[in-house]
């Protein structure tokens, strides 16, 4: 079950790790829901709710879900450990780098990272 947290003055959807693997954009736009539902415009999501397919970028399923939550206006935190798939991947990394210098998509190590970045 997810979480909703005020924090800064926002509404922060915290995402349940043991929620269902967002395997194509529907998961992406099921959370959306719960998001808009919530009254949230941050979605923390745990890197454990992500498949492998998601990592490897040439399946193109990073980018459908990801535009999903950029065409609703909603931020994305992926919180947990990806450093085993970003080591794998040049691009990877490149993406997951030029992510955090931006407003609408991290990539972080946990959820008090996203507390503080606020």
């Known amino acids: 079950m997810a979480d ?19 395997i194509d ?37 990073a980018g459908e879900v990801l535009q999903k939550f950029v065409n609703y206006h909603l931020q994305l935190a992926i919180v947990g450990a990806i450093g085993d798939h970003v080591a794998a991947s040049s691009a990877l990394r490149a993406f997951v780098s030029e992510s955090n210098q931006g407003r609408h998509i991290w990539f972080l190590d946990d959820v008090d990272q996203v507390f503080v970045k606020l």
């Open 4 to 22: 909703v947290r005020i924090v800064a003055e926002r509404t922060v959807l915290v995402c349940d790790p043991a929620g269902p693997p967002i």
């Open 25 to 61: 954009a529907q998961g992406a736009l099921d959370i959306i829901g719960q998001a808009w539902a919530a009254q949230a415009d941050l979605i923390v999501l745990p890197v454990s709710r992500l498949t492998d397919d998601f990592f490897t970028l040439s399946t193109g399923l």
